[in-house]
């Protein structure tokens, strides 16, 4: 019997046909350079199958002169699939959807007929990285490229700095790693990414169609800003914020010039009035906008505990205008909407929950109000870094408690945030932060399959996602994701499929 | 029903017992601090349960005062799992072979009641990657250490430079890399380690009981010297021999200054008789001594198709002295066997096929004589980068054409070379040449399953080496080698298992 597609996350618009075509040695794979040779790597990952390349294709990747950016249409039939899409991007993902169709029926590999036209929900659609609290080096992060890219993700957002850790080489400030990168959280080797290694990520992710937005946190998590720069750093804030949350995440307060190894967070600042600050930030961020061809910078803006609001607000305007000055259009953590002075074309990214407080809607709201617009990514929907369960050996449960998929999956953007709809929302973005996260297998771990939830949010419209059909579709990705080494966590809320013989 | 315990490989002595260990969220890991952390994130990783650390442990792992190097005993009754090791190296093997039994029965997690006394049959049990013909990074050596290391393989090889770039960072030699490291084969993005990078690897193996054996190969394979360091490289040779790799491997004669980015070989060599050469062997082979903990060091020597030969037997004869006089014991392809004055102390590497030529079996037998011995890499056997099918997309087929995976399984090590049994043998090498493999995915996918061919050549004695078995064992890790991320490839030689629900 053949399968109904299924594809995650779901397409725009999706009709099964009538039969099958056979996938085999005689198979020749045509078209636009780029997509056909990525459909035959995916197909002989997949398969084994080696296709042919050629004309008389009769599977053909084609450019073609109209549809929205990254959009793509795709038919099946007995006698062959055919792609179009009017860029790169959509040939892209039309050729990843063509690489999950593929199923074992009746000892051979097939593709089910369907014909399917397909276009994003969302412009922005993330994936974060924390490369801060556990360094995670240029393989490992291309994995995670290869991995989102093929859930349709086209932004990686590397989180880059931390109180335990600088990761990017600067030529105008070369003590950051040269002094702030040698550990990890636990007293795990540090490490950091050179000039050379940051331009590899960019034009890889570019290949996989994926903008590179780096993150320099500020004003907080900040302390191993201190050790190559202690003129920089304020004191460790004590306030009642800080006290909490180091007993919760543990590790203890750090020492100013010493390596921060624990899990708290709050207590770290850069000096908010100081030239020297000033000439720090005119620095760093100006070299960033130099190495990075994307549109954004992230300048963090979150959990800075200890320092005053009103010290926050101004610093926080004068962060967000240097970025703007630069050319680049500001990142901020929705904390940062409390600083009215803001440049107002500053993004917010919101990471509360689902339900959210008043206080932190209020902040996500500002971003609005002031023109610009908002990336959603609640904590205790799509934080990859969130247990499943209790017992789990990996990540952490301080976003009400563990997550389940289903609770990752079951979330409108737009009924988030009262006031916020459709057209007040860049995207959706799902962080995995890297506290218990140590290697690229955690990585997986941690992220899949929970990171096809945030996904379908970003992409598939509202009235195609449906959670039933969810844990049926993201189980046939299955052998797909093993045949990709996906070290996935095979979740009992997923039907997981095997390849039949 | 109770599965049989299926362990790769295989183990010099086992018993199945009555009954099964039930693993669940109660069960208490103890004893040795390393082991015992390995064991829970072992069984973590195969069962997503969460076990205790702690005493009266139901699972113990614990050092005791007999018994070989890197032996070990485990006996698991129905009441727990009892491991026991002279060394660290044996626990580390124990706790692997544990994780191999780890069972779905019943819908709960179990171990098989067993009685496991196990010693490895060669003290150097090897894998080797090439990062010359496309380089690999730090992430990716290591998560092809945590692979091999869990088939009990003791020795990376990293062979650092080749016609196609120079990988390792000399501080004696800076533009070693700075002008020979910028591309890979098919003009892919080079690389190379910095000397930060190389310690992180060797702690990294050996936090993994491996030794990492390093190679710079000289004479030939080192077109990318010249480009930094014109004054040391001959002119590409134009012989018969070379003629005819260039014929079979495509990529055209090489342009002096100019990176090579084809896959021809047999062209490159540094002028042999040279101050200047003999300078710079010093530096480099000086430099790779200080940075190396190991007791080896790989001077290369093969395919040095056109030197004549009076030339590289006065060339092995000075660099294997060299490395002898810097403390370390060399080792060479098993070529400069016919170099009469080589150090007495160098190891050859055979690499020639299960069936030797007269001239390569003589080569090799040269080394025993001179009071050394042989590590064994018969390449129609276990070079990994050899293709199973002609279609396959990586890999190449040289090697006596494809090599099924049981043709990597059945060959003995005491009958490859007349004269040359278990006490000349110094252990067993599984290489991956990189020409057609690009990253970790493609690492995984050609050296799956074929890699536990080799390391039941290397480990296991000889009458518990069985075909028929191996296909069962091997297909019993499909489980496991998904839940750790490796992308195998699925032969259908092997009887993959599936998870019972």
Known sequence: MTRHPAVVPAPAMMHAGDGTFLLGAGVVVGGEAAASALCTELLAQRTGLSLEAGANAQISCTLIDDGEPESYRL?????????????????????HTLAQLVARHDGEWILPAVEITDAPRFEYRGVMLDVARHFH???????YIDRASALKFNVLHLHLTDDQGWRLEL????????SGSGTSVGDKPGGYFSAGDYRDIVAYAAAHHMTVVPEFDVPGHTHAVGLGYPELAAPPAASEAVDDAVAEFGGGMPTPGVP????????SSLIIDSAATDEF????????ATMTPGPYLHVGGDEALG???????????????????????PIAWHEAGAAPGIAPSTVGQYWGFVTPTADSAEKARAFVTHGSRLILSPADAVYLDMKENDSDRLGLTWANGPTSLERSYRWEPTSIIDGIGEDAILGVEAPLWTETIVNAADIDAAAFPRIASAAEAAWSQPEQRDWESFVVRVGRLGPLWTRAGIAFTPLPAVQWAHDEE
């Open 137 to 143: 080096g240029v393989d490992t992060v291309k994995g």
């Open 171 to 178: 030529s105008s400030r070369p003590e950051l790693t040269g």
């Open 281 to 288: 930030l005119a620095d760093v961020f100006g070299e960033l």
């Open 75 to 95: 038919r099946v039939t007995p006698e062959g699939a055919r792609l179009e899409a009017p860029d790169a991007a959509g040939l892209f993902y039309g050729v």
């Open 260 to 267: 921060y190894i624990g899990l708290a967070v709050g207590f």
């Open 307 to 329: 320092t005053p609001p009103a010290d926050f607000a101004a610093f926080m305007a004068r962060v967000t205008t240097l970025v703007a000055q630069l050319g680049k259009t």
